[in-house]
Structure formats: C-alpha cells, structure tokens
C-alpha cells in the first residue's frame, strides 16, 4: 500500500514555542492531505483539508492562525502549532489521497506534550 | 453532533471466533464507508471500504455489511485472531465533489482477541 511518512513522532515542547510537523506521501502524490486530532479514548477529529496549491479549509472550532498548515508540493504538509499550550497536547495525524482516489493513507502519528 | 458512533467501546473474543465491530451513522447522505484499524502510537490502516450502493463487500477474514435502511454497518472477522487485537474505527464519507471529500470518524472499538 500507499505510504506516508510523518516526523516526528513524539515531541515535548515548552508552552508558548512553536512546533512544525511534517506529513509526506512517498510513493504517491497527495493532491489532497488531511490533518486530524485524537484526544484519548476520543475519535479521530478533522482539523483542516489541504490541497496542493491552495490555502487549506479549517474545520469549525480551529484557529486557522493558532494551526498554520502549509502544502507547498504533492508530497509535502506541514502543521505548525503555534506558541502551543498544554491543552494543545494530543495526537496528531495526517492523512493523504491521491487524485481520484477513495482511500485515505495516514501517517503515524506525532504525541504531542507541551509543557 | 456525532454522526458516525461505534457504541460499543470494547470488545473481547476468543481466538478463532467471529468478531463483529458495528458502527452506526445517522447522515443519509454518506455514499461511502470505510472500516481502519489502529494500534497505540500509530496512525490507522486502511482494512476494508464499501460503497453504499452494495451491501456486502468480504476480503479474505473481513467482511463489512451495510444496512442502508437502518443507517448501520458491521465488520466481521472471522476466524479472530491474536494480531487482531487494535482499535478499529468505522469512517463515513459525504461526498461534497472533488477532492475536499472528508471522512468522519466514529469514536472507535477496541477489540481484544484471547488466545
């Protein structure tokens, strides 16, 4: 199958620094990435959908500013948590389709702990 | 407003036996469903999909049936085995057109298959 790298997969950051996380398609161009929370024993929550190109489309209740997504290539995504705060702490997961394509293929998660 | 809930947040089979996850979904206009399996600190993998035109879709030990009247679908495994063991997770998809299709994501099963 498909597969999409994301890095890093854990990281503790101190309140208030920024933290980037990256989502790549390595064997496939992703014309379309998703960006999804998990809080635990909580389903997986839709943050914002990116296509290449464009200016990504946020979710209801995500601060556009405060999560700043970048999908600059059809292999690239960024998330970059801005000046992050402890309730910001959770998994974070992208996913990537390719065009015309029904399945969605996700990374492995960055554990986000902010101090 | 959870449009896509698994009620049953566990679930625990003998190996060998028949696992069935169930989801339920309460938008009509969902055109396509899919079932993910997810372990710890990991992103999910994508397990078995049917389009709501079918009621039956079966891969090797996976079988999802969709019962369109009643808004409900199930994934049986049969037979269960240990490796089996993770969080499955049902998905539906509204499909908007183009590539902004989104998938929303139910609250997720943890089954748990004993040896």
Redesign the interface.
């Known amino acids: 199958g498909a597969v999409v790298s994301q890095h890093p997969s854990r990281v503790i950051c101190k309140s208030g620094t920024s933290v980037k996380i990256e989502c790549r398609s390595l064997d496939f161009q992703a014309t379309t990435m998703f960006w999804y929370r998990q809080f635990p024993k909580q389903s997986l929550m839709l943050m914002a959908t990116s296509n290449e190109g464009s200016k990504a489309t946020y979710e209801q209740g995500v601060e556009k500013d405060k999560f700043l997504i970048n999908h600059a290539s059809l292999t690239l995504s960024t998330l970059t948590v801005t000046s992050a705060h402890p309730e910001d702490s959770s998994f974070y997961i992208c996913s990537a389709r390719g065009r015309g394509k029904e399945k969605l293929f996700f990374g492995s998660g960055t554990q986000l702990s902010v101090l | 407003d ?1 449009q ?1 809930k698994q009620n049953s ?1 566990s679930l625990s089979v003998q190996e060998g036996r028949i696992s069935i996850l169930n989801c339920d979904y309460t938008n009509s206009m969902f055109d ?1 469903f ?1 079932w ?1 399996k997810k372990y710890p ?6 397990l078995i ?1 049917i389009s709501s035109i079918k009621d039956k879709n079966e891969d090797g030990r996976f079988t999802v049936f969709l019962n369109k009247s009643a808004k409900h679908l199930s994934l049986h495994i049969v037979p269960s085995q240990p490796g089996d063991s993770a969080v499955y ?1 049902c998905a539906a ?1 509204m499909n908007y057109g183009g ?2 299709n ?7 099963t943890l089954l748990a298959v004993q040896p």
């Open positions: 959870q896509v947040p396509y899919l993910y600190a990991e992103g999910p993998t994508f999909s997770f998809r590539a902004t989104k998938l929303i994501f139910g609250t997720g």
